[in-house]
């Protein structure tokens, strides 16, 4: 059951996010970014009031090295959220696939050539700063997630929790969104990623940022989650 609800919440916010970078890029910028952060962070709520699971790599990760999550339970909840984030981009290109490639057509973008990341980037996420800011904005941004998750523990209330959660995901992609799409979550990334390659984009989802595609959005996530989980602990927890 608990597997189940890592994948059911990483769906939905999959699902819902990558659906509304879709809708924003197809209609040319008329949704914002201000509108899909929002869309991210009511995602995210109904997420966590749903599931109440980690659905985040970077959370679960964390979580097993400062809370005492057990460390066995770690590859099945990052496995499910892998999953669940594969179907959500799957369903995502069911739905607008023909929107997207209309797009492409349009704008003379040839998928799975250099450059086709101008579409990808419904699925998977791409930073046009130096490498090593791109990870340092992914490594922060996610370190301020995880001590406002772990703040979370001391509410009474679930919902206000997840409030709390998800305006802090909002917040963040709108700052951050312009400098490196808002990831935070390797799952997020990671899982859509693959399937864009498999969807026509081949080999430009792990080309186009070099080693980016692990070391911004899958390594530095779980660097900024334990240090953010080191302050929850040290800093709240008492």
Request: charged residues 10%; contains cysteine; glycine residues 12%.
């Given at each position: ?52 699971g980690h659905l985040n790599p970077a959370v679960t990760i964390s979580l097993a090295v400062w809370r005492g999550f057990p460390k066995r339970h770690i590859a099945p909840y990052i496995a499910a959220q892998m999953v669940g984030a ?153």
């Amino acid at each position: 059951m608990k597997l189940l609800r890592e994948f059911a919440g990483t769906f939905l916010i999959v699902f819902v996010g990558c659906a509304a970078v879709a809708t924003d890029i197809v209609s040319g910028d008329q949704l914002g970014l201000p509108a899909v952060a929002a869309t991210w962070g009511l995602a995210v709520i109904a997420a966590v009031i749903l599931t109440g699971g980690h659905l985040n790599p970077a959370v679960t990760i964390s979580l097993a090295v400062w809370r005492g999550f057990p460390k066995r339970h770690i590859a099945p909840y990052i496995a499910a959220q892998m999953v669940g984030a594969f179907v959500g981009a799957a369903l995502v290109y069911l739905l607008m696939g023909g929107a997207i490639a209309d797009h492409e057509r349009q704008h003379a973008i040839a998928r799975g050539q250099p450059g086709s990341e101008a579409s990808a980037k419904v699925f998977g996420e791409y930073f046009t700063v130096p490498a090593t800011t791109a990870f340092g904005v992914e490594a922060v941004a996610t370190g301020v997630l995880l001590v406002v998750i772990g703040a979370t523990g001391r509410l009474r209330s679930r919902y206000l929790g997840a409030a709390c959660i998800g305006l802090t995901v909002a917040a963040l992609i709108y700052l951050v969104g312009p400098v490196t799409m808002a990831c935070f979550n390797p799952a997020r990334d990671l899982a859509p990623r693959v399937f864009s390659a498999l969807a026509g984009w081949g080999t430009v989802p792990f080309h186009a940022n070099g080693t980016g595609w692990f070391t911004v959005y899958v390594f530095a996530p779980i660097v900024g989650g334990l240090a953010g989980g080191a302050v929850s602990v040290v800093v709240l927890r008492p």
